[in-house]
């Protein structure tokens, strides 16, 4: 059953400590992504990578950190240089980044509660 | 000017009618379109990709006026479980770059 997967689904952090969310896809595709999306904002994009140990920055970047050791795995650390962490965050992957593959498919999310 | 822009609405329609939303977006290089429907604490689900000819999927019925960089989505006969918010999406000629995402239209059917 293919798909992407995220966990957990519900996050709860006290506020400087580092936390890492977790994407897993078995789709075999090359290009992943992470977004946040607040309450009645559009999502938007911190990180995305192409291929296995390359990344690059999303519009939004700044706070977080990313790593792709592996195809199938894209982990997120939403790190305590972060100001506002509280968010709903969205993994998404791609057969690639050109115009011919460029739809997205996402995880269920996990949203993230830092107090 | 936003990169994409959307009607947030809400739109609130009984069943069986039509509605259509619509969609600018600013940067005449973008190539590749799509609808995401998303439902209330739920990821975003690809509807459809939106082609030059314009296409449609049963009920829905996309168009693309690249002269005018505009998009819509046309929904026929609303079903309650239509209710949802619908992203436009685009995404520029330019590779390795990443999707754009309007706000989202809100759409509400009721019985």
């Known amino acids: 059953d293919g798909g992407i997967t995220q966990s957990p689904k519900y996050l709860f952090r006290k506020e400087g400590q580092n936390v890492t969310l977790s994407c897993e896809q078995n789709l075999n595709h090359d290009a992943m992504y992470w977004y946040r999306q607040d309450p009645g904002q559009g999502l938007r994009l911190i990180y995305y990578s192409q291929i296995v140990n390359d990344f690059q920055k999303g519009d939004i970047a700044e706070g977080y950190s990313v790593s792709r050791e592996k195809k199938e795995s894209f982990p997120l650390t939403v790190t305590s240089a972060q100001k506002n962490p509280t968010a709903f965050y969205l993994c998404a992957s791609s057969i690639g980044t050109g115009t011919s593959f460029a739809e997205q498919y996402f995880g269920p999310g996990t949203r993230l509660t830092v107090t | 000017r936003k990169e994409v822009e959307q009607d947030p609405g809400p739109f609130n329609v009984p069943e069986g009618a039509t509605v259509a939303f619509n969609c600018t977006y600013s940067?005449?290089?973008?190539?590749?379109f799509f609808w995401y429907r998303q439902d209330c604490r739920k990821e975003p689900k690809l509807l459809m990709s939106?082609?030059?000819s314009g296409n449609e999927d049963g009920r829905f019925t996309a168009q693309l006026n690249r002269a005018s960089q505009y998009i819509s989505l046309l929904i026929r006969d609303s079903k309650l479980s239509d209710s949802a918010t619908y992203l436009c999406?685009?995404?520029?000629?330019?590779?390795?770059?990443?999707?754009?995402f309007g706000k989202g239209t809100t759409l509400s059917v009721s019985s």
């Open positions: 999406v685009v995404k520029s000629r330019q590779a390795g770059t990443a999707l754009i």
């Open positions: 939106v082609y030059s």
């Open positions: 940067n005449s290089a973008s190539q590749s």
